[in-house]
């Protein structure tokens, strides 16, 4: 007598079921055509921002100041330098401003306005007529702008204090100029050759008050002593 061999049939596809597996078959060649497209861009894209900061670094360094304009740093994280109010921006108002006096920041500026809107402490030394006091003024009136509205009888936001009523003034000529574009109230307290009668000026400008006081110590002493300037 014969025997049968035996047959094993490991699958049988019927033809929906070929279809199905040719259909799951090119889903997997698009997702993974898709996936090198998306992998291409993403390098493009990184490639692109990488161009992108090298040009930025390399018109930094064409734009480094000249040997005579040389400004040492110290300190942890010290921000880039700007080169142009367009930079830094101060915000249309301010840079309008900007833009009509000078053709572009100068040495300290640069150097601290980016640490100063970041919050940094900043000592900045420089010569007479650097543009130091620019170089603090501008950034702490557009911190003042980021604050709530004052409550009426607060205090002024901004301090700014000078040893002598002629610094004072030069000071407070620098911040007039912003204070009608950036709507901010500026006051000044100060002693002189006329100390009574500027004295009650002054007072009388800082009681109805003021987002900013220029001061010397001694009269701002004698007007929060007096209630008239509250800090």
């Given at each position: 007598?014969?025997?049968?061999?035996?047959?094993?049939v490991?699958?049988f596809l019927y033809a929906?079921?070929?279809?199905k597996?040719?259909?799951e078959?090119?889903?997997?060649?698009?997702?993974?055509?898709?996936?090198?497209?998306?992998?291409?861009?993403?390098?493009?894209?990184?490639?692109?921002?990488?161009k992108k900061?090298?040009?930025?670094?390399?018109?930094v360094?064409?734009?480094?100041?000249k040997?005579?304009?040389?400004?040492?740093?110290e300190?942890?994280?010290?921000p880039?330098?700007?080169?142009?109010?367009?930079?830094?921006?101060?915000?249309?108002?301010?840079?309008?401003?900007?833009c009509?006096?000078?053709?572009?920041?100068?040495?300290?500026?640069?150097?601290?306005?980016p640490s100063?809107?970041?919050?940094?402490?900043?000592?900045?030394?420089?010569?007479?007529?650097s543009?130091?006091t620019?170089a603090y003024?501008?950034p702490?009136l557009?911190h003042?702008?980021?604050?709530r509205p004052p409550?009426?009888?607060d205090g002024?936001?901004?301090l700014?204090?000078a040893?002598t009523?002629e610094?004072?003034?030069?000071i407070?000529?620098?911040?007039?100029?912003?204070?009608d574009?950036?709507q901010v109230r500026?006051?000044l307290?100060?002693?002189?050759?006329?100390?009574g009668?500027?004295?009650?000026?002054?007072?009388?400008?800082?009681?109805?008050g003021?987002?900013?006081?220029?001061?010397?110590?001694?009269?701002l002493?004698?007007f929060?002593?007096?209630?008239?300037?509250?800090?």
């Amino acid at each position: 007598a014969g025997s049968w061999g035996s047959l094993k049939v490991e699958k049988f596809l019927y033809a929906d079921d070929v279809a199905k597996e040719e259909e799951e078959k090119a889903a997997r060649r698009e997702e993974r055509k898709a996936e090198r497209k998306q992998a291409k861009l993403e390098f493009e894209i990184l490639r692109e921002e990488q161009k992108k900061q090298a040009k930025k670094e390399d018109q930094v360094r064409r734009k480094a100041p000249k040997p005579a304009e040389h400004v040492r740093t110290e300190g942890e994280g010290v921000p880039l330098p700007v080169w142009s109010f367009e930079e830094i921006n101060f915000g249309p108002a301010a840079n309008e401003i900007l833009c009509s006096r000078f053709v572009r920041p100068s040495p300290i500026q640069c150097y601290a306005w980016p640490s100063i809107m970041k919050g940094k402490d900043v000592i900045g030394l420089a010569d007479t007529g650097s543009g130091k006091t620019m170089a603090y003024v501008l950034p702490g009136l557009i911190h003042l702008k980021a604050q709530r509205p004052p409550n009426p009888g607060d205090g002024p936001i901004m301090l700014l204090l000078a040893p002598t009523r002629e610094l004072v003034l030069q000071i407070a000529t620098e911040t007039d100029r912003f204070k009608d574009a950036l709507q901010v109230r500026v006051g000044l307290a100060y002693g002189g050759k006329d100390g009574g009668a500027d004295r009650v000026k002054q007072g009388d400008v800082l009681s109805q008050g003021v987002d900013v006081v220029a001061a010397t110590p001694g009269r701002l002493i004698d007007f929060v002593e007096a209630s008239i300037c509250k800090l």
